[in-house]
């Protein structure tokens, strides 16, 4: 028979320590575990030993669920065991060993796992091996789930089916989420989204929705801000209202930013600027070498997303991306303050995408540094694809006036064709101005009673048309001239 002397002699506890520890297991909600003071020393012992030197368990993990001191760690019986693995028949009568060793063996076998995954979920052990098969090809089935998910997250093997069938039916209905968002973020079945807690996914979304403005679409996007604490108070630094407090008391933000990006609250706001990662770093780099104010960090809040901790060696670091634009185009510090969007761009790469090869296409149709460093924005547009739009506005405006406008370069180059013939032909309009053919779609339609989807059906720019604008284009002697390239044009 067990008594507190047992703990204090072998485990090192002082008397009050062991007491507690007798006590708690001698009135533990699980009824079996009063078996447990039934042992004899060694049993007890050797079921100890058998947690710290296989599963390299402390103390503390093994008496943090008296359960484990119940179960046995002694028997295996490898025949019945290697018997159970081979045949794969979950309706048949075999019985599945019940000893630790042998659920530890199949964890390890069957879905990999090492020590450190049965410390995070020792509940697991209360499964025998035929329920937890059943479970793990139940998830691979239905959700297409591999080994590796049963190791991210080993506690979705203590819910039974029905229970995996109500979330997954949140999941899916509710919020909308694909099997591969549920493989992505298999931790979101350890969530609660059956009851009406604070803290369930129900009362999480809502507070997303309802609080801050979110939509369902940017949750889904973003399925890691619902594993994040919304309950408490701004009196937590991690919850969600501590670290909206933070940016709009340090910011001036409102919820339009969050709105904005919303894994913004991904961040750490905790760290003070000595830890280079952390928030209040970023935001003491770009007010000290950016000159940042309020305004900037509300105009692009996705700044915080970059590296601002390297050097300019590293080619993907802001301080790398302010050399590269200064040398290149001109472009300083001031521009880039007033056009944030300018750090989302791939500095580094001779593909389509980068700023190099978009610099390379917008200098051969004849832009100039200085019309880039007027209009920065005109480096999100995708190289090919600028072409036949400049050949397409310089066909229509040969005066080169549509360059005044802030955005020619982001409408489709089909909807400015369709917009024009409309203008030109339908309504025999002689004075066209190119803010008509850049308007929104709800301006052009408020205005002209037709939609853009419309027109362009009914007139569709296919690559004859084109080339004719190539042609005008280049025979209005406009330096440097345009070369339509064999299917490059729509940025084939």
Known sequence: MIIHEFFMKHLGFSETQAKEIYFKIKNHKFTSNSGILRLNEDTLLQKIEFYKNELDFSIEQILSDFRLLSYDTVSFDEEEYENFIKNKDLESDIKSPTSIRAKVKYFREELGFENKHFKTTMSIFSN???????????????IGFEPVHFRQIPCILNYDTETINKKLEFFKKELGFTGKQLRDYPNLFSLDCDSDKPNSLKNKVKFYTEEIGLKLSQIKTFPCLLSFDTTSDESVPTSIRAKMKFFKDTLGYTNKQFQITPNIFYLDCINEDENPSSIKSKIKFYREVMGFENKHFQLDPSVFAYDTISDESSPTSVRAKIKFYEEEVGIGVDIIRENPI????????????????????????GITDEDIRENP????????????????????????????????????????????VYLAEDLQKT??????????????????????????????LDETILADFYEKYNSLGIQPPIVQDKGEAFGK
């Open 128 to 142: 025998d091996i035929e329920n937890i098969r059943r479970k793990v090809k139940y998830y691979k089935e239905k």
């Open 431 to 460: 004075d066209i101005r190119p803010n008509q053919l850049d308007f929104s779609e709800k301006n052009f339609v408020s205005r002209f009673k037709m939609s853009s989807d419309t027109l362009m059906k009914k007139y569709p």
């Open 377 to 420: 924005r005109i480096l999100s547009t995708p190289a090919l694809d600028i072409k036949d739009k400049y050949a397409l506005w310089c066909s229509i405006f040969p005066d080169k006036r549509f360059m005044k406008l802030r955005t020619w370069f982001m409408t489709r180059v089909e909807k400015i064709y369709a917009r024009y």
């Open 342 to 365: 300018l750090l989302h761009f791939d500095i580094v790469n001779e593909n389509g995408t980068s700023v190099k090869f978009k610099l390379k296409n917008l200098r051969e149709i």
